[in-house]
């Protein structure tokens, strides 16, 4: 740890104690200042807590996982008093810098586990779909029903006519995985997703270049950081438990930059706003790294050695010129082209793991003296063809992106596309930090691989304190790295895989094969999907048969045929938690007993197997920490967790992963992809255009023939009071946020005649809502931005969910699939 790094973390530690004992007022501020980390929990026996508040009294502390999803998964310590939770304070951690909580997950404990809306027992309809008329079954009645309909659809139409979606709004790993292994079991179809959820662009952005799909610096690194420049990133509502380390780097002398249509509260805490027209921002890298060659800012020694950039491409075909296996680059010095063999297995790392062993054999070594420029006649595989080293195709990419023709683009002055240039080359070590603002768009790798491909072209990628970060974390690595096992607990029986994105087309439709009946597990799709017209309109009318496993009755489970009771964290027996943001894992035990009726989603699927007459040849016969122990942890696929002692994770609930202590993204300059190298080109993307970065309008661009109707882009960003849907109903937070309000600039809302509070109504061709109007400057104008995740209960008519279009992207389909894309959305908007 530097210097710079302790001075920080002592801060926090200070920071802490400080806040232990700090006065709030108002409801929620006081139950906050009784939620502030305490050296040890107070004496339950009277007396006074933090803030002069009365002591709780509680019977047992229960170190718990608050993990909502889209934010780090905070520990906190649970009070339970007569079975009853009473209070949450931050749990202890090996590092005092991830010891946090919020208004969010306290409401959450002490509110969402006890709310009016939760689902307490086993709920057939009895009316129309969407109507609210239900009838109370027992949990036996519910599982016969499930099996019969499953059965009767396996005899008719085959056993992939069943299918299951889950979404990720629960961490945990069995919460993660239940609906492939379920699917799994009963030979069924799993429908993925990433792309559903609007996450999998940015996760192509990253894997087709660096074989990963995600990375990045741990956050202590950020001390260092001379600049960090932010692109999509608001970490200050959406990893708001996080941001504190961007203010500690910029107390220890770092500059920010947000760049972002919206003032958001990131971008207030910046030293720079930069405003762009949304959904442009590779062409804005673009600019920048057209200025950056044209200056000779680039590193031609690490664009040589590290990446494909001295590789030859075949003009005629877009594909590497190869003399065999191997690839060929151009050696000036021998006049000919040379083989450069791609790193073998054994010396690159197998992502997730970060582990590499062994020297770099010589016939993998591009030669110091291989081009990177020119046009060559080689022979490649027994034919003469014209080729060129790939960075030449990239230098030849950017040259229409002179700023000053960026800048006509994204709508940012050409002069402070080249000060963002010069400054990320010149004020560095500069951290280049990307998040999923930039891929809620048709178009959303592109700004991922423009920005990959300017961290590479400068010798930035593998950099402490600088490198291309998104998240850098357990939540993904670890579920991707589980037993094989796990995913089949049936042997002999597997899914048939499905794109999430397709599932409204496929029901809809029946093709390419008939799903009659859908199970649904922790995903609120009534709010958080698209088109939602076309879903109740034109999907759900096709299935005989719609389940809805929810711990509260939401939009999407009112319009079930079953809704299942399902326990919150507080009341699951087990499970192990990642994080989007740092290499803990943490375990979860439970607080208070199950409430009402209510089952975990584990104990359902038992309960399943054991109705089918399976459940002893399958893995649901082991208890969650079994299965964890087994296949989660020691037969984990990658060392970082396979080494790990379970038995100490259990009694210490939180450990860090066996990485490097101060975790550097690709520090050893190799990367999980074919040739080892950061692929700059990508081959298998020539067919589409975009084998280098490039850009392209969003799908529905404000300069679209489309924005004469409708020509304000709709942005549904996150709200720093709710984790999607799950927090907006509860009555804390509605203290803050009463009530769904509509961003919009006051050149926009002064050509309508709108003012704040004024009831307005949002719409284009698919659909419309009505909402409240509030005219901010901290809109760009021709932008209009609705905080995402309140209900239609929130809106005087309508919901946003219907302005929204699934539209498939053939480039991101042929990497793994196309991606929603909520912001890439035209609307016009008028006084109701």
Known sequence: MTEAQAAASMKRRQFLKLAAGAAFTGASASLLASCQPQDKPEDSGGGEGAAGTPAIEYDSVVRSVCSPNCVGSCGVNVFVKDDTIVKIEPGEYPDDAYRRVCLRGISNALQRVYSADRVKYPMRRVGER???????????????????????????????????????????????????????????????????????????GFYSPLGVFQEANCWDDLIGSKTIMMFGCNYAESLLNDMHFVFDAQE?????????????????????????????????????????????????????????????????????????????????????????????????????????????????????????????????????????????????????????????????????????????????????????????????????????????????????????NWANGTLIRFPAALSPEMATPYPGHKAQAMYGTRWIDQVSTQQPWPIKLLWTHIYGWGTQGPDWNRVVNEALPNLDFLIVSEQVMTDAALYADLVLPVTSYYEEPFDIIGSWTSM??????????????????????????????????????????????????????????????????????????????????????????????????????????????????????NRSEKAATYPLTFMNTHSAFSTHSQHTILPWINELAPEPRLEISPTDAEARGIKTGDLVEVFNDRGSYQVKALVTPQMKPGCLNQFQGWWSRHFPEGHYSTLLHMTFNPAQDAVIESNFSPYDTLVDVRLV
């Open 130 to 204: 969407g109507a609210g008329e239900w009838e109370r079954i027992t949990w036996e009645e519910a599982i016969d029903t499930i099996y019969e309909k499953m059965q009767a659809n396996i005899d008719a139409y085959g056993p992939t006519s069943n299918a299951f979606f889950g979404m990720s709004g629960n961490y945990g790993t069995t919460s993660q995985k239940i609906d492939g292994m379920m699917a799994a079991t009963y030979d069924a179809t799993s429908f993925s997703n990433l792309g559903i959820m609007a996450d999998n662009a940015a996760t192509m």
């Open 584 to 701: 803990h894992l943490q375990v979860r035990e439970q607080a208070i007993s199950q409430q009402w009726e209510a089952k975990t989603d584990y104990q359902v699927a038992q309960m399943l197997a054991e109705r089918f007459g399976i459940l002893e040849d399958t893995l649901w016969a082991l208890e969650p920490k079994e299965l964890l122990r087994t296949y989660a942890v020691e037969g984990n696929l990658i060392p970082e967790f396979n080494t790990m002692d379970f038995d100490e994770l259990v009694e210490k609930k939180v450990l860090e992963a066996n990485f490097p202590e101060h975790h550097i993204a690709f520090k050893d300059l190799r990367f999980p992809t074919a040739s080892g190298k950061i692929e700059l080109y990508v081959e298998s993307l020539s067919d589409f255009g975009e084998a280098v970065a490039t850009f392209y309008e969003p799908v529905e661009s």
């Open 252 to 468: 220890a002398g770092a500059s920010l930059v947000v760049v972002d249509p919206r003032f958001s509260r990131t971008a207030a805490k910046a030293d720079w706003w930069v405003p762009i027209r949304p959904g442009t921002d590779a062409a804005l890298a673009m600019g920048m790294m057209n200025h950056i060659v044209s200056i000779g800012a680039h590193d031609e020694a690490y664009i040589r050695a590290y990446s494909t950039g001295a590789f030859l491409v075949d003009t005629a075909t877009g594909k590497f010129a190869r003399s065999g296996e191997d690839y060929l680059v151009w050696d000036e010095s021998a006049g000919a082209a040379v083989p450069i063999a791609a790193l073998p297995a054994g010396v690159k790392p197998t992502y997730p793991s970060v582990a590499c062993t062994g020297d770099i054999p010589a016939e993998c070594t591009v030669p110091e003296t291989a081009a990177l420029y020119g046009e060559f006649a080689v022979e490649a595989d027994g034919a003469s063809v014209t080729a060129k080293p790939a960075f030449q195709l990239i230098v030849e990419s950017l040259e229409p992106y002179t700023p000053e023709a960026a800048s006509a683009i994204c709508e940012v002055p050409a002069e402070d596309i080249v000060r963002l240039a010069e400054m990320y080359v010149n004020e560095g070590p500069c951290s280049l930090r990307v998040s999923q603002g930039l891929n809620r768009y048709y178009n959303g790798c592109t700004p991922f691989r423009a920005l990959i491909q300017l961290a590479a072209i400068t010798g930035n990628i593998g950099k402490e304190h600088a490198n291309i």
